[in-house]
């Protein structure tokens, strides 16, 4: 697994439009594998998670409000499936293209691959400023790793409503 992910690594940064410094770039996808570490059950495909953690964002435009990234994202899934994504199987395609497409528009699914991709990301959204709200994460575990932040960071609650 590990040599598959860094070469869809080193294709995510060649592909994605945006420089080194965005805060939707590689240091937050990195952020967003190791979050999937984390939130490995035994009912999460932990290869989807971080295949999602470098796809999810790479087809964004810029740092500005894009709610059409996602489902460009899953758009470019199809197009790498069979080259880049070939170690994928088709169901793990499917849980893909539905993390990428819903991660900025859906809270949750019946999906635990799924809520693991969500949760993996919002637990980075300190980065822009927004402490993680442990009643907005998907999965148990990301509602307890929510929780340890603020725990951690008790004089940033005034975060949780993005300031």
């Known amino acids: 697994m590990k040599d598959c992910i860094e070469k869809l690594r080193v294709y995510a940064i060649k592909h994605s439009k945006m420089g080194s410094g965005s805060v939707h770039g590689i240091a937050h996808w990195d952020r967003v594998a190791k979050n999937a570490d984390l939130l490995n059950t035994s009912d999460v495909d932990l290869l989807v998670v971080k295949v999602f953690a470098y796809i999810h964002d790479v087809e964004r435009d810029d740092d500005g409000y ?3 990234h996602g489902p460009r994202a899953a758009e ?6 069979e080259t880049e994504l ?6 793990e395609i499917r849980q893909l293209k539905k993390a990428c497409e819903l991660h ?3 809270w949750r699914t019946e999906d635990a691959t799924v809520n693991a991709c969500f949760d993996a990301d919002r637990l980075d959204l300190g980065r822009v400023g927004i402490m993680p709200d442990p009643d907005k994460m998907a999965t148990v575990q990301g509602r307890i790793m929510a929780e340890k932040i603020m725990e951690d960071n008790p004089e940033a609650d005034w975060l949780l409503n993005g300031g």
């Open 66 to 68: 894009d709610l059409q």
């Open 76 to 81: 470019l899934v199809d197009e790498i499936r």
């Open 86 to 91: 070939a170690f994928l199987n088709d169901g």
């Open 104 to 106: 900025t528009t859906t």
